[in-house]
């Protein structure tokens, strides 16, 4: 019983500094900007961007000046913003706009499928947890597959 109570003692101790480890946009009326704190509370990342988004997969999305980039889970940008409008990542890959045509990051933000398609999706149906994604070619939908 002694050996049950320690292991549940340890796992909301590791569930804790989980939870610390994620960082969390907030707003600051000061500058009416965005950055992100900790689970402690300590800015991260200055408010610096026009919109930050929550993390999924570890990475999160943010604005600045009208362009789109990523922020790792330590603040750090893995992309500066350029897009003209970013998706949250699933499965490891997030749908990027620039101009008018569509492609697709993985988590480095290196460009996996060019920007090349008129629209692009990484949600309906989940899809990219199976390695697919949608894309609009020629007013066409079809699906392709993300993984190299």
Not at 7 to 27: D, H, K, N, R, V
Not at 50 to 65: H, K, M, N
Not at 73 to 88: C, L, M, N, Q, S
Not at 95 to 102: G, N, Q, R, S
Request: proline share 3%; hydrophobic share 40%.
């Amino acid at each position: 019983m002694k050996t049950g109570k320690t292991i549940l003692i340890i796992c909301f101790i590791l569930a804790g500094t989980a939870a610390q480890a994620q960082l969390a946009p907030f707003y600051s009326a000061t500058n009416n900007k965005y950055g992100y704190k900790d689970g402690a509370g300590k800015i991260v990342v200055e408010p610096r961007y026009d919109l930050a988004y929550p993390f999924t997969e570890g990475i999160a999305a943010v604005r600045l000046a009208g362009k789109y980039g990523y922020l790792d889970g330590r603040g750090k940008e893995i992309v500066a913003p350029k897009y003209d409008f970013t998706w949250h990542f699933i499965g490891g890959f997030a749908a990027v706009k620039l101009v008018d045509k569509f492609g697709f990051i993985d988590k480095t933000g290196r460009e996996v499928i060019p920007l090349i398609y008129e629209e692009a999706n990484n949600y309906h149906g989940n899809c990219c947890y199976k390695g697919m994604a949608h894309v609009k070619e020629n007013g066409k939908w079809r699906i392709i597959k993300l993984q190299e």
